[in-house]
């Protein structure tokens, strides 16, 4: 019965020892594996990079980005324009005077921020 146990005990140490190394050769494993990977990631920038910038790519997103802004600024100025209250009676007398649309009276009083006098003088070009 001893024979047995000792025989059991034996065979449990050789499993424990089997796992330890396979847990050693597993870390290697891995950083080995992780190591390739960033040679591999590393390879692949270069590459695809090749150490130099597309210029049409990079003109074009400069272009969509300032489009951006541009239209951006017009919307809040265009937002600010319509908190202008605009009277009828300056409205009317900007479109007889200069013969002009409702709109274009409309848009000059509205530039000027609703003030007669600054929109005549703006619509003559003073």
Do not use: C, W
């Not at 000792?6 to 065979?11: P, T």
């Not at 594996?33 to 040679?39: F, L, S």
């Not at 951006?72 to 409205?91: C, F, G, N, S």
């Amino acid at each position: 019965m001893m024979a047995k146990e000792d025989e059991a005990v034996a065979n449990e140490v050789e499993t424990q020892e089997q796992a330890d190394a396979d847990n050693v050769e597993e870390e290697k494993g891995h950083q080995g594996q992780a190591k390739k990977d960033m040679e591999a990631v590393t390879g692949y920038v270069d590459e695809s990079m090749g150490g130099a910038v597309d210029q049409n790519k990079l003109d074009k997103a400069l272009n969509l980005v300032q489009a951006a802004k541009v239209k951006a600024a017009k919307t809040a100025r265009e937002l600010e324009m319509d908190k202008v209250v605009v009277q009828k009676p300056d409205l009317e007398l900007i479109m007889k005077e200069f013969e002009i649309t409702k709109a274009q009276a409309d848009k000059a009083l509205r530039v000027n921020n609703g003030d007669l006098a600054a929109t005549m003088r703006h619509l003559v070009g003073i």
